[in-house]
């Protein structure tokens, strides 16, 4: 009978990649630990069946019933608890991002709240000053604690429980009631923008494993994280990348997309669709592969679209539409719809890595806005183009707040990417036109950045961060 048991909550596609995809969870197996994977109950059987082993359980996260205690238990009080969290952490670091949050609030809330965000912009304003009203605002979540998962408590008797998040999600009802049983909590960083855009807890957390010594004074300085209880561990999920181990090859990659062998591949990856439009940036450069002459060589045009895509009735799923149709209607263009996990994990999914990983690893240019896919791509030691061309008027419908992308290059992660020198940025066709074909005739101009933002933002390299955060894990044990 093994003698002790992790409780792993997987409320995320990417959480699914983090804990099952890479050697932690083998690390925490080969010990003799027993794992109790937590995940959508509407997948926890085809999670069964696809990684069964000797040590490993799997069990629902009644995200419904998290959900329903959320909205029934005072809700209210609840939601602007959260809010706060979200919004009010120290003004020690860069508050870019949550600041274009806050904005969008004040367009978007229902009339009722926005009568009281005065209210609540100036505890945002005092939260931001100063750690004992962060302390109090922390201790008095807790009493929002459900009874949701007693029967597991009872049933496993965890020694730890780690999530994907320190209660910024939904997890935060299981954290909570892991205090309440007295069991050891932990979270591990799966997002790179995570610790500047999500802030203060959601529970009493212990630990938390981070990429890199950035995110680690991000979680010390914006959310008073002890140096203690940060453990820097690189970031797992990237472990296939730095090996290469979803990389399908060349041929079988342009042959699943009918890419042409002789054209050289800009590779678009949407992002930010939240508070921007991407069809301004993918008309450009449609236009200018269309064009002849415009580009230093003939190329084509890969478009992958984002997750928020495919939310049913949106704004996002409407763009969605026009990108199709523009790549029927378009020669050398091309589409890639991320492959939905299911259930409330969505479409950031682990069965997505080798079309994610192939993209990256032969497109001559990588363009995005910002996304994450900055980094991964910069692994795959490919030229990087952040792509902020926009719409006038942005979304272009009352009541949805649209933020100019020209806006958001001092978020922290954009302004590292800039700072590192890492990629370019374009605002406009020209600027477009003329680093792409600076990157078609030289693609190695900018490679020494790109190396070094890797070592910066990853920390390590040598592909065994999962290994590295499963002994971590041990230690806590």
Not at 353 to 377: G, I, R
């Amino acid at each position: 009978m093994n003698s002790r048991t992790v409780f792993i909550s997987a409320d995320h596609g990417l959480a699914i990649v983090y804990f099952l995809q890479t050697d932690l969870l083998r690390t925490l197996l080969d010990a003799g630990v027993q794992v109790v994977l937590l995940t959508d109950d509407g997948l926890k059987e085809e999670i069964r069946r696809k990684f069964s082993q000797p040590g490993l359980a799997v069990e629902g996260l009644r995200l419904s019933r998290a959900r329903s205690y959320f909205e029934k238990t005072n809700h209210s009080a609840q939601y602007w608890m959260h809010f706060m969290r979200w919004m009010g952490g120290s003004n020690r670091i860069n508050l870019e991002a949550p600041d274009g949050h806050l904005r969008q609030m004040q367009v978007e809330a229902s009339p009722r709240a926005k009568k009281i965000l005065p209210a609540i912009r100036s505890m945002i304003w005092l939260l931001r000053r100063s750690a004992l009203a962060r302390r109090v605002l922390l201790n008095s979540q807790m009493s929002y604690t459900s009874e949701i998962y007693g029967d597991l408590f009872e049933k496993y008797h965890p020694d730890l429980v780690i999530a994907s998040t320190p209660g910024w999600r939904l997890d935060r009802f299981l954290l909570r009631e892991a205090k309440r049983h007295g069991v050891c909590t932990a979270a591990v960083i799966v997002g790179w923008d995570n610790p500047s855009s999500y802030r203060l807890s959601g529970a009493k957390v212990d630990f938390i494993s981070c990429w890199s010594e950035i995110q680690k004074k991000e979680l010390i300085l914006g959310a008073d994280w002890s140096p203690k209880q940060v453990n820097i561990g690189g970031i797992p999920s990237y472990d296939g990348y730095f090996r290469k181990t979803w990389l399908m090859p060349r041929q079988d990659y342009f042959t699943l997309h009918a890419l042409d062998q002789q054209r050289k591949l800009l590779a678009y990856a949407c992002s930010f669709v939240t508070f921007s439009p991407n069809i301004r940036n993918i008309e450009t450069l449609a236009r200018l592969v269309g064009t002849e002459g415009a580009l230093a060589e003939p190329c084509q045009l890969l478009i992958r679209l984002h997750p928020n895509h495919f939310q049913k009735g949106s704004l996002y799923e409407k763009e969605a539409n026009q990108i199709r149709q523009l790549v029927k209607n378009t020669s050398h263009m091309h589409l890639v719809e991320p492959v939905p996990l299911g259930g409330e994990l969505g479409h950031y999914s682990g069965e997505d890595m080798p079309e994610k990983a192939s993209m990256m690893a032969y497109a001559d240019v990588f363009l995005t806005v910002y996304s994450t896919m900055v980094v991964e791509t910069a692994i795959h030691d490919r030229p990087i183009v952040a792509t902020c061309i926009d719409v006038p008027g942005g979304w272009n419908t009352p009541g949805k707040f649209s933020l100019s992308l020209r806006e958001i290059g001092e978020w922290p992660t954009h302004q590292r990417f800039r700072n590192a020198g890492a990629g370019r940025v374009a605002f406009d066709e020209a600027q477009l036109r003329e680093a792409i074909n600076l990157y078609l005739r030289n693609p190695l101009i900018d490679q020494a950045q790109r190396q070094k933002f890797i070592l910066d933002e990853c920390t390590f390299t040598d592909g065994e961060a999962g290994r590295r955060t499963g002994e971590w894990i041990l230690g806590l044990l």
